[in-house]
């Protein structure tokens, strides 16, 4: 078992960021793991996004510019990967073909306007929602981050679980499909919602609902795209996987903003 939770871990950190961790097997076993890990893969890429903003403020930077270093620097974390996912998976709903001409489409490197137009008001919104709250004060923007991060990646956790089939035979969307059970799912969201109570108590009573909430929309916007993606492309693929992650972190960004 400890070798397995190595192999896990090393699965998600070395799939899911740019660290230098070398994945060790690449098994069903390994898959499920590494995605009941990848919260904590998530945890250290908010961390390290809400350094720079933190960094920023006291040196005398406007909040905007700590915003727009905090929303690149996952971008960087992850080698654009999520968002990459994000503009193929938009590319391919846009589209309106059937499912595997969507899916042809997503595989292509080129991205279409679908894919721009979805990249820059994501985009957008992150750094509009973290110009607010690092207006507020460091805390806030660096908390905020650190919480959208896990969030993103508790959303794949739960993409990852039993009953979601993958759309292709290959990708690491067909590595990761379906192998984490149900109950590990909702076990590890339950977890993420609880951290981020307790992140957000640092506020008082109200900050930890409001970051509890915060999470819970996000996760269920997430659930909403995946649903559909499913039903559109007969299952997910990896692009799918980062338009979840995404959408997971924008969501819980705007609830943020809200109240």
């Not at 981020?196 to 409001?210: K, M, N, P, S």
């Amino acid at each position: 078992m400890t070798s397995l939770n190595s192999h896990g871990m090393r699965f998600a950190f070395g799939t899911l960021t740019v660290l230098p961790v070398r994945v060790t097997r690449w098994d069903r076993e390994a898959a499920r793991a590494g995605m009941l890990y990848a919260p904590l893969a998530g945890l250290a890429v908010g961390v390290l996004a809400a350094l720079p903003g933190a960094l920023l403020l006291p040196a005398g930077a406007g909040p905007l510019l700590a915003a727009v270093a905090s929303a690149a620097a996952p971008a960087v974390l992850t080698r654009g990967l999520h968002l990459d996912g994000l503009a193929d998976t938009a590319d391919g709903l846009g589209s309106g073909r059937p499912a595997p001409d969507a899916l042809r489409i997503m595989k292509q490197s080129d991205i279409g306007p679908f894919g721009v137009i979805t990249l820059l008001f994501v985009l957008l919104a992150q750094v509009a929602v973290l110009d607010e709250l690092y207006a507020e004060g460091w805390a806030h923007g660096a908390v905020a981050v650190v919480v959208a991060g896990a969030t993103a990646r508790v959303a794949l956790t739960l993409a990852s679980r039993q009953g979601v089939e993958p759309a292709r035979p290959e990708g690491l969307g067909a590595a990761v499909a379906g192998t984490v059970p149900v109950w590990g799912a909702v076990a590890v969201a339950a977890v993420v919602v609880a951290a981020a109570v307790a992140a957000g108590a640092v506020f008082g009573g109200y900050g930890a609902l409001h970051h509890g909430l915060a999470v819970a929309a996000g996760l269920l916007s997430a659930q909403l795209l995946l649903r559909h993606c499913v039903r559109r492309f007969g299952g997910v693929t990896g692009d799918v996987f980062g338009a979840v992650a995404e959408t997971a972190a924008t969501g819980v960004l705007v609830a943020l903003a809200l109240g």
